[in-house]
């Protein structure tokens, strides 16, 4: 079982940055994919960013690249999403994700655990 759970979020004007931070308790972190995913409001959660077990893989989701990047710490047990250029678009609940598997997937269903979400607002 791993808990997860995000910071980071916050309000922040078009331009600007934040970095969400992702810790991960419980289970064997590096033996887990870790993905960003966010979900605004009245839409689908959608793919943001993921990272392979030992960091060496990430994809990134089209709108985001360029802008964002995904890193991750096995040794502390955390994940990151360094977020560059904030657009209003990019206003959503942001969660961080883990999965077991063998193949490091871009969609949410294969993800075993999930953090509660951390709030990132981007005013115009």
Avoid at 83 to 97: G, I, W
């Amino acid at each position: 079982q791993v808990h997860l759970v995000e910071s980071g979020g916050g309000l922040v004007q078009a331009g600007g940055s934040l970095r969400l931070s992702c810790a991960a308790s419980g289970g064997t972190f590096s033996r887990n994919h870790m993905g960003w995913f966010r979900q605004a409001p009245g839409q689908e959660r959608e793919f943001v960013a993921a990272i392979s077990k030992s960091g060496r893989d990430t994809d990134l989701e089209d709108s985001v690249k360029g802008r964002f990047t995904i890193s991750r710490d096995n040794v502390n047990r955390a994940v990151f999403l360094q977020m560059n250029s904030l657009k209003p678009e990019d206003t959503a609940v942001y969660y961080c994700a883990a999965d077991s598997g063998v193949i490091m997937y871009t969609h949410s269903g294969p993800y075993d655990y999930w953090g509660q979400g951390t709030q990132v607002t981007v005013s115009s």
